[in-house]
């Protein structure tokens, strides 16, 4: 599934919420190693046990465009992913990399340029004797879980996991809820203030009368946006 523009990861939560579909919200704590612009693709997910193998089973599986989700339980003691590893993911043309769990050689991979999420940085690499077997194809971010049929939003606001099946509705509600923010900001740095926008005057006159009125009922009985 090829996404042409990719929603910000605002747009798609607020999609999400209007189309009443499940947008896995990851872990809060999970960050942006840099400025990223918003990317998406299917989940290829895998779980760190200690070895590159299954890392580079699950490059070696994995369409372009793909993002990668390394569950190495959270741990704060060791990285599990380095430069070699993001670089290879990078030749092969995945979309970007989440970790739970830390990354090394930061340097190194602000020149590759990857995106990649994760808890954070440390110098030390798996300290496990890796037990041998194939890969498990399933990740869970502290308590969210990331399967094969799943899809990845991510951006520097953070990462929503959503069922594949749910996709094309929700980047066609996102991006139209982003369309209409655009407008709205535009006409603001024009001078036209979103109070104004929203009859914001109105709305409180007539919330005097009717103190149940809510500003979304508001703007949704005047046909207005309620993006706001």
């Known amino acids: 599934m090829s996404i042409e523009i990719v929603p910000p990861t605002a747009a798609v ?10 947008a896995r919200l990851a872990p809060v704590s999970l960050r942006s190693l840099l400025p ?4 998406a693709g299917p989940a290829r997910p895998v779980t760190h046990l200690g070895s590159v193998d299954v890392l580079l089973e699950t490059i070696d599986d994995a369409p ?8 190495n339980g959270g741990r704060l003691d060791e ?4 430069d070699l590893m993001v670089l290879e993911a990078e030749r092969a043309g995945l979309a970007g990399m ?37 890969r498990m194809a399933s990740a869970v971010l502290d308590g969210v879980t990331v399967g094969e049929d799943d899809h990845v939003f991510a951006d520097d606001d953070g990462v929503l996991v959503v069922a594949s099946v749910h996709v094309d509705a929700l980047v066609e509600t996102a991006l139209a809820i982003q369309r209409t923010e655009t407008a709205q900001a535009d006409r603001m740095r024009r001078g036209e203030s979103l109070r104004a926008q929203l009859d914001f005057a109105g709305y409180r006159a007539r919330q005097a009368a009717d103190p149940e009125l809510t500003l979304r009922r508001h703007l949704t009985e005047r046909g207005g946006a309620i993006e706001v």
């Open 13 to 22: 939560a607020d999609a999400a919420l209007r189309l009443g579909v499940e």
């Open 36 to 39: 990223t612009a918003p990317i």
């Open 64 to 71: 372009p465009g793909t993002i990668m989700v390394v569950d």
């Open 79 to 82: 990285a599990c992913v380095g």
């Open 98 to 134: 989440v970790i739970w769990g830390l990354h090394r050689d930061t340097a190194q991979l602000r020149e590759i340029g990857l995106p990649v999420f994760s808890l954070g940085a440390c110098p030390y690499g798996p300290r496990r004797v890796p037990p041998a077997g194939r």
